[in-house]
């Protein structure tokens, strides 16, 4: 709070018009773009974790990135630290063909131009797991060979919209990306949103500085305890501000099963000051690519965490 009071208090010492977004950020409407404290337009840095290995960076004048391995409990660990000039054009999405097929992450990757890095997003939705939403406004087979979620945007263009069922998951604005946890959709349609992401209630992790995950207790059905307690391979996404991201991926191996989401939870609380923290995907779809040349026309994605299934949509971040 006092942060934002003291850009507040610089943007009028230099007679400029404040307003507040919903989130609580000051900017400004200029002539040329928003302006935004000055520390969400740097690259966050601070050591997280003690024997950290870089695997890979890029950096240019809209997008920086660091890629890093590193143990936590005998686990092995890849946590990607973003910074993003515009967030609201660099970050994309790109979806399998809708209702018929999923993809290869790769494959999905590929379909966006200057993609320096690309991740699994919505989730991988068996017959099995989850139930179809009562409302469903269509067949069984529709639901789970699509992007998951109450409403589906890609490119500014809505794929779903379920009348009554609540929206779980990220919507990406001017402002960045933004969490949702069971909002109307009307709510989420109002901020005019060109993509969204979306997995199960459970998956939004921490909010500023909130400790979201249910007690174990509270975990009644077999499925939601599988979410949050068992241990899986993850796919996780934090908000810092609205120019800065985490992702930390805890792929498969050989001597280890992956990590709960409490412990992950534990790991965010420990070394980020998140705005919020949500859970991608987990399991076997879990997957992170990165390109350190994405001028070069037909660019390699080098393949960072292993995975063995397809997905229905992918987060990539642009140039």
């Known amino acids: 709070m006092k942060r934002r009071m003291l850009c507040l208090l610089l943007i009028l010492l230099c ?25 969400e337009l740097e690259f966050l840095k601070g050591v997280y974790a003690a024997g950290e290995r870089k695997i890979a960076s890029y950096e240019s004048d809209t997008v920086k990135y660091l890629i890093e391995s590193f143990n936590m409990e005998g686990t092995k660990c890849i946590l ?3 910074w993003v000039q515009d967030p609201a054009r660099q970050f994309r999405k790109a979806n399998a063909d809708w209702g018929v097929s ?23 939705v068996t017959k099995g797991y989850p139930d179809v939403p ?46 949702y946890r069971g909002a109307d959709n009307s709510f989420v349609l109002a901020t005019n949103p060109s993509q969204t992401w979306a997995f199960f209630e459970y998956c939004a992790m921490q909010e500023n500085g909130t400790n979201l995950l ?52 534990q790991f965010f609380f420990e070394h ?3 705005e919020w923290v949500y859970n991608l995907d987990g399991g076997y779809s879990s997957s992170l690519y990165y390109c350190n040349q994405p001028q070069k026309k037909n660019a390699a994605l080098t393949l960072v965490v292993p995975h063995t299934q397809k997905v229905a949509d992918v987060l990539c971040i642009t140039e």
């Open 272 to 274: 980020f000051d998140a």
């Open 102 to 124: 999923l993809a290869n992450v790769k494959d999905l990757g590929r379909k966006i131009p200057g993609a320096v890095l690309v991740t699994n997003a919505s989730g991988y």
């Open 80 to 82: 990607t630290r973003v």
């Open 214 to 265: 249910p007690e174990e207790k509270e975990l009644v059905t077999d499925k939601q305890k599988e979410l949050v307690k068992a241990k899986h391979a993850r796919t996780v996404l934090a908000r810092i501000n609205r120019n800065n991201y985490v992702f930390l991926h805890i792929p498969y191996g050989k001597s280890y099963r992956g990590m709960n989401l409490y412990r992950i939870n």
């Open 15 to 39: 007679g400029l018009a404040p307003c507040l977004a919903e989130d609580g950020l000051v900017f400004v409407e200029t002539d040329s773009e928003a302006v935004f404290p000055p520390e």
């Open 134 to 179: 009562e409302n469903y406004p269509g067949k069984p087979s529709d639901y789970y060979y699509t992007t998951l979620g109450a409403l589906v945007i890609t490119e500014g263009k809505t794929l779903r919209e379920l009348e009554g069922v609540p929206f779980y998951g990220l919507a990406l604005s001017e402002e960045g990306i933004s969490m």
